[in-house]
């Protein structure tokens, strides 16, 4: 009631103050995008200031995104004449920039709202438009009202409840920050930004500052629940192939896969492996791991690429500080030696990054002014840093080369994020499908619940302790252009001759179904037997059971018991963190063959993948339970659980040797 007398004032004030030579009526505005979520934890504190000022940053519609499917298969289809002719980044750029109309409607929008077009700057890749608006500005733009948010930890950040833009703006607006954008899950208690730390009084600063450094849950830290778990130490780390269902070492690993050791070492072939300050390697670590399991590898580091003021600690060392680096890099780089492994570190100890950051730093074209193709401040470091010992060089901007494969055991879930903030960063990554590089993500490893074991609550959209609920769907492994890779192990008392199951052991698989992206082409035929033979007993208070949205995982690898030097000792390290650098060093071999051949990097896998599953091992035992029920289970064919399966490494290259 509030609220509605609020707009009404508003509604008016728009009247009474936009003078537009051309509009005489004020045009209908439109729902935009809408918190479906309330965020768990934060509470609504103060209205902003009218004369505080943020900037604000409309994210314009890309032209010829209906076709992004159409030109990812071009070049990614097994069957398509132009498999492998990967876009050049020009070439993406032009395709994808919004278009003249687009731009001049929004212009016309901001100058007859009494918003100068001198105030109004383009981004560089021309997709976004910023300016400095007072939040009495904005509220009238958008038809909202915005708000200080104080989160249990008294953490600060200004958002509001939805916001609306004039109707026929709808199809050319993508998203406008600041407004919805709350990070409840990478974030936890967030970190606050250069922006909206400007907007407090001094002691909220100082308490911002504090909230920071005791900050938790986000990408990397000690508490992310995309972290892999600590099972045993190992007091005697075997190199036998016996004991592979209670130690995984890179020999179990290249037997259960049919994969030689790595040969070649092509130029600009390098694995990319994707990690988070303050999650950090140890040399010390590598060195006792290669020492065991790879001798011409000892003393050796990767190529280290930091983003953002990325450090690489050693202040704080524990399992949660080390364990995913040091599980990460060691598998890896001894997979693919003698090809060598090239780290993206990203972020600074102050404000972290997300997997925006890192993406701005591989591809300028993503990036703009203050912050990347979707950068939230709620959500994304923001660049440069003013908080104490922050970064202060500028956010890095297309600095880094890409790799041709990118390995990452970091996510989140869907529900933490927008549809509209989530559907940007995909299409970012169908970009870089388009130019060649291939993306795997790790699936979770709380099966169908979310990370830490979270459910959703069907009626208020809160998270809950993981007993009841909506399965709740991992994020960046739902988005159609990347490869999500689940967990399998190997059966107690088995060989590596034997078939895998899903992962039963400490994690359980993250699978299941998007609640934001549809079915893409290549998932129809793989799904549409899925559940004509396999229906699974859930209906829709559990899933989306439509059949027309995505399903994940594409793939899996073992994640169970991997033999990993942390913190000066060999313990068990259990995760889908680990199954994807294992499947991601198999596709990096792959490329040095085709390379080898002269023929370009496989790029985006999927639709080769589910046109030939014989090229996996199917995986049809074991199930991922979650939010009180037993999950999906693993079946012959693809399943909500292990993806197609397992990696046949000389049935894949085979394949992919055969294609242009
Ligand atoms: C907004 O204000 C900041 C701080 O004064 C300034 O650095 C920035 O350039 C301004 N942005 C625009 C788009 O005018
Ligand atoms: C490696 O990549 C860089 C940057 O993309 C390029 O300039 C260089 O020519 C490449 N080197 C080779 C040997 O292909
Ligand atoms: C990390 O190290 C700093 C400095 O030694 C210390 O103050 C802080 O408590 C440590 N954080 C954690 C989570 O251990
Ligand atoms: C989870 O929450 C439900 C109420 O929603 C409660 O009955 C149950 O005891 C809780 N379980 C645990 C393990 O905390
Ligand atoms: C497999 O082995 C683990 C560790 O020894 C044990 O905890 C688990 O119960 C066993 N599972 C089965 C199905 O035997
Ligand atoms: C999994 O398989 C079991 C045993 O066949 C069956 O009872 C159960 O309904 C299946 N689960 C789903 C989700 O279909
Ligand atoms: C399930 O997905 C379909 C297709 O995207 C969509 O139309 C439908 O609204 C979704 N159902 C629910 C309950 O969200
Ligand atoms: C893996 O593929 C090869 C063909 O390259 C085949 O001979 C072998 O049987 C396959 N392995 C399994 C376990 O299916």
């Not at 943020?54 to 030109?71: K, T, V, W, Y």
């Not at 990812?72 to 919004?98: C, L, M, R």
């Not at 008294?154 to 993508?174: Q, R, W």
């Not at 490869?483 to 107690?492: D, K, M």
Request: with cysteine; charged share 15%; net charge negative.
């Amino acid at each position: 009631m509030r609220i509605d007398a609020v707009f009404q004032i508003l509604a008016a004030l728009v009247v009474a103050t936009s003078a537009s030579p051309i509009t005489t009526t004020t045009p209908r505005h439109v729902v935009h995008e809408r918190r479906t979520v309330p965020p768990a934890n934060w509470k609504r504190h103060t209205r902003l200031h009218p004369e505080s000022v943020f900037p604000m940053r409309i994210g314009l519609s890309q032209q010829n995104l209906h076709r992004a499917e159409e030109f990812i298969n071009q070049v990614s289809h097994p069957e398509s004449a132009d498999y492998g002719k990967h876009w050049s980044a020009q070439k993406v750029a032009e395709t994808f920039a919004p278009s003249a109309d687009t731009v001049s409607a929004v212009k016309e929008w901001l100058h007859t709202s009494g918003i100068a077009l001198d105030r109004v700057r383009m981004t560089q890749s021309r997709n976004w438009l910023t300016f400095n608006a007072t939040a009495e500005e904005a509220e009238r733009l958008l038809q909202t009202e915005y708000h200080l948010y104080k989160a249990e930890s008294g953490h600060i950040h200004v958002a509001c409840d939805d916001y609306s833009v004039p109707e026929h703006l709808t199809k050319h607006i993508d998203i406008i920050t600041p407004t919805v954008h709350f990070d409840r899950k990478i974030g936890g208690p967030r970190r606050t930004t250069h922006h909206e730390d400007f907007l407090l009084p001094p002691p909220m600063r100082e308490l911002n500052k504090r909230v920071l450094e005791n900050s938790h849950g986000l990408l990397g830290s000690p508490d992310d629940q995309s972290n892999p778990k600590q099972g045993a130490q190992v007091l005697n780390a075997l190199m036998t192939l016996e004991n592979c269902d209670t130690m995984i070492t890179p020999a179990c690993l290249q037997a259960l896969y049919n994969a030689p050791p790595g040969s070649l070492s092509m130029k600009n072939n390098t694995l990319g492996v994707v990690e988070y300050t303050p999650q950090a390697f140890l040399q010390t670590d590598l060195n006792m791991y290669f020492k065991q399991f790879e001798p011409r590898l000892d003393g050796v580091s990767p190529n280290t690429n930091l983003i953002d003021g990325a450090s690489i600690q050693t202040k704080n060392q524990s399992f949660n500080f080390n364990g995913e680096s040091a599980l990460d890099l060691e598998f890896a780089m001894a997979l693919v030696y003698p090809q060598q492994v090239t780290l993206f570190q990203v972020g600074d100890l102050v404000n972290g990054g997300s997997f925006n950051n890192f993406l701005d730093a591989i591809d300028g074209s993503y990036c703009t002014f203050m912050g990347g193709d979707s950068k939230d401040p709620s959500v994304d470091g923001q660049y440069p840093d003013s908080l104490p010992g922050g970064f202060t060089g500028a956010q890095n901007c297309g600095g880094f080369a890409s790799t041709n494969v990118i390995s990452t055991s970091y996510g989140s879930n869907e529900a933490d994020l927008t549809a509209k903030y989530e559907t940007r960063q995909c299409l970012e990554y169908m970009k870089l499908g388009l130019q060649g590089v291939s993306i795997l993500y790790s699936s979770g490893d709380f099966g169908v619940a979310g990370n830490g074991g979270q459910c959703i609550d069907p009626v208020t959209g809160a998270y809950n302790n993981g007993t009841k609920g909506l399965f709740n769907p991992s994020f960046p492994g739902t988005c159609p252009y990347v490869t999500s890779v689940g967990a399998t192990q190997v059966i107690n008392g088995s060989t590596v001759r034997t078939p895998e199951s899903a992962s039963e052991r400490v994690i359980f698989s993250g699978g299941g179904f998007s609640n934001v992206f549809a079915m893409p082409s290549y998932q129809q035929k793989a799904m549409a037997t899925y559940f004509a033979e396999h229906a699974p007993q859930y209906g829709a208070d559990r899933f989306n059971n439509s059949q027309k949205v995505r399903g994940y995982p594409d793939v899996s690898a073992n994640g169970v018991n991997y033999v990993t030097a942390v913190n000066g000792k060999f313990s068990l390290a259990f995760g889908t963190s680990a199954s994807t650098p294992t499947f991601a060093s198999l596709v990096n071999m792959i490329n040095e063959q085709r390379i080898n051949a002269k023929k370009a990097p496989v790029g985006f896998l999927n639709p080769v993948l589910y046109a030939n599953p014989q090229v996996l091992n199917d995986v049809t035992n074991g199930g991922n339970q979650g939010c009180g029920t037993p999950g999906f289970n693993s079946t012959a064919g693809w399943d909500p659980v292990t993806g197609l399966g397992t990696p046949n490494f000389s049935a894949m290259l085979d394949l992919f040797m055969g294609l242009p």
